[in-house]
């Protein structure tokens, strides 16, 4: 190669490296991917749902700020009790743990306040954003005033115990006002049963009988194997953990509590939501995607409920292993958290499963409803000290059968005699 050859394509390498450095310089790095197997992902998750639900309502916000987007009619009479209530449902666990000096007990410290502010507003007659509770919007009030009785249930000493008398009078007066909403022959009996439940618990006059009924409608519609019938017919969905399971696990341990026990106790409700726990961690595929089966798909990962409640009571069977129900289900978080669309540029939910997807949701859905995904992560009411959050990761059973691991078979499940 002569001279004046070699010269020109030193030159031409000289500048396709000076091209090639200057663009990889001017190029934005990709986003990291976090540490989604964590508690502080699990919290950051939560924290990112709930911000705008909270901090509109308890500035009294709510009703001017929070969009309410549906497929079907105008449900601008009944969205924002249900993201509030669905909010409650899920957080509260977290919140009873209560504040402290690190860094997490302090953020607990900020939505405790928070949280405590929107339910005076949420109830206080004088409010722009006094939220509906009665019949002149139909039944759905009943469903969210439920779901708020169910989160003072599980933050009751954060939530309930500390409120000023006059809140507390006006909470209990909007519950009870949902009483002259009649439930439906289904998962809806369970709503009445619960706002009686938690006026037992905190002694503001329930009444038994909604319970008893509901109690007595679902051991009718037990089915076997841990799952019940949504009313007299099966369903192929997740209700058994957006409502049916979690709200029979409450309601039954308010009466055990009380020394109250009638239809079913609450020992065997936890058998049968045990075997159901084993069914949906079995569910989570390898991937971290699971059956997209039967209707409200838009609540996510509320559809684990169930899973999440049981390892929060510290009752996984004995198969399941708590770091693979953290391992398995910080994996279906975090697809569809970070899945694009999941929120609007103001931080609130999109409907959809994952990201935004309206057509699938059913035409009771509206923003507001998407917040019983938040019910998915009741195990941030264990404390990070747990092993639930301490253990390190772990393949969960589908990881397993298709790396041809040996497991345990698997069988039905039958109630102990």
Request: net charge positive.
């Amino acid at each position: 190669m002569n001279p004046k050859t070699f010269s020109s394509y030193l030159l031409t390498f000289i500048l396709t490296l000076t091209l090639s450095v200057t663009v990889f310089s001017q190029t934005k790095p990709t986003k990291a991917t976090p540490n989604y197997d964590s508690r502080d992902y699990w919290v950051s998750v939560m924290t990112k749902i709930v911000d705008p639900v909270l901090t509109n309502l308890s500035n009294e916000k709510l009703r001017a700020n929070m969009p309410v987007i549906s497929k079907g009619a105008s449900r601008k009479e009944v969205s924002h009790l249900e993201a509030f209530g669905r909010t409650l449902a899920g957080l509260a666990p977290w919140l009873e743990l209560g504040p402290d000096p690190t860094t997490e007990g302090k953020l607990r410290a900020k939505y405790i306040a928070l949280t405590r502010k929107a339910l005076a507003v949420a109830v206080n007659p004088s409010s722009p954003d006094l939220l509906n509770f009665t019949s002149k919007s139909g039944g759905q009030p009943l469903v969210d005033a439920a779901f708020l009785a169910q989160g003072l249930l599980r933050g009751y000493t954060q939530l309930w115990e500390p409120l000023d008398p006059q809140t507390k009078t006006n909470i209990v007066n909007a519950l009870k006002s949902s009483r002259s909403i009649k439930p439906g022959e289904n998962n809806w009996v369970l709503f009445s049963a619960s706002v009686e439940a938690f006026l037992i618990k905190s002694g503001n006059g329930g009444y038994i009988e909604p319970i008893v009924y509901a109690l007595n409608k679902q051991v009718l519609w037990y089915k076997g194997d841990g799952i019940y019938g949504d009313g007299v017919d099966f369903h192929w969905d997740y209700y058994n953990s957006f409502v049916i399971q979690p709200m029979m696990l409450d309601i039954t341990k308010v009466l055990s509590d009380a020394h109250r026990d009638t239809v079913i106790t609450y020992q065997k409700v936890l058998g049968r939501a045990q075997r159901y726990a084993a069914i949906q961690e079995r569910l989570i595929s390898p991937e971290g995607t699971y059956p997209a089966i039967g209707r409200s798909l838009a609540y996510r990962f509320g559809a684990f409920q169930v899973l999440s409640q049981i390892a929060l009571l510290h009752k996984l069977p004995k198969e399941v292993s708590p770091a693979q129900v953290r391992s398995a289900f910080s994996l279906v978080i975090y697809r569809l958290i970070e899945a694009p669309n999941t929120f609007d540029s103001n931080g609130w939910l999109n409907v959809g499963l994952y990201g935004s997807q309206l057509n699938i949701s059913e035409e009771y859905i509206s923003t507001g409803s998407l917040y019983l995904c938040t019910v998915g992560l009741l195990t941030l009411g264990l404390p990070a000290s747990d092993p639930f959050w301490t253990s390190p990761s772990e393949d969960w059973t589908s990881k397993k059968v298709w790396k041809g691991i040996e497991i345990p078979n698997d069988h039905a499940y039958t109630d102990p005699k």
